[in-house]
């Protein structure tokens, strides 16, 4: 399945500005989710970006870049324009959206996002296990799935942030996404629906249109960087990987 790897890219975050270039032990963060989508070894890798510095970054590793309109709505928008503006857009059947604020994310658990797409669905994400403190984390997103005996790919029902107190076929949702690229200009093209707009989970958007997203299963999924407090974390992270080696 010959796949684009784009990584949407915005520098003016409120709750984190200029998060793609925060350094992590002198490495900025959107150069370690580069380098973990080229060593997944699935596809193309572009950065989907709007200021000079990242584009500049990027290149000068050898990457490759892509500028975008500084006012795009969301990530996503930011990958399909990205995705348009390549010569060679129609050679792709998948187009992964990899999550700019993943420094640890496992190159394994980026392939693991093409399944659902290779067993028939458009849209394909992940999901990792959750705990019961994790469950009750409105700052986490969870996803209801239906498993079908020796499914491979689950079948997402719901997504959420407030704690319903269920346990049975709850999950922690990973925000990494797979696209049919047909699939992908449908759902950028649906107006918000209701529960996106009242629960601020832009994939209702897709449930909402009768488009169902697949979900694989993946175990230890690293958080992402969403507060300072998050990049020290990773940092202390990384330095026990480095002591224990």
Known sequence: ????????????????????????????????????GVNSKIGDVYVACSEDEVFNLISSKGGKAIMTDPNLPSGTDRVFAAFNLLD??????SIINLQGDMPLIDS????????????????GTIATDISSEEEK????????????????VGNSLDFYKFSTKQTSN?????????????????????????N?????????????????IGITYVENVPISVDTLEDLILIENILNNRDENK
């Not at 684009?4 to 270039?21: T, V």
């Not at 060679?88 to 059947?93: L, Q, R, T």
């Not at 709850?170 to 107006?191: E, T």
């Not at 629960?199 to 958007?205: M, V």
Request: aromatic share 8%; glycine share 4%.
């Open 1 to 36: 399945m010959k796949t684009a790897i784009i990584i949407p890219s915005r520098m003016s975050s409120k709750r984190f500005p200029n998060k793609p270039m925060a350094k992590i032990n002198g490495i900025p963060m959107i150069e370690r989710v580069w380098k973990q």
């Open 88 to 93: 060679n857009k129609d050679e792709y059947e």
């Open 108 to 123: 394994i658990n980026i392939q693991s996002v093409n399944i659902p797409l290779e067993n028939g669905y458009d849209i």
């Open 137 to 152: 984390n409105e700052n986490i997103t969870k996803v209801s799935i239906d498993w079908k005996e020796a499914d491979v």
């Open 170 to 194: 709850i999950y922690q949702h990973v925000g990494i996404y797979s696209f049919k690229p047909i699939a992908l200009r449908k759902f950028v093209s649906l107006p918000a629906s209701k």
């Open 196 to 212: 996106e707009i009242d629960r601020k989970l832009e994939q209702l958007r897709a449930i909402d249109a009768g488009i169902k």
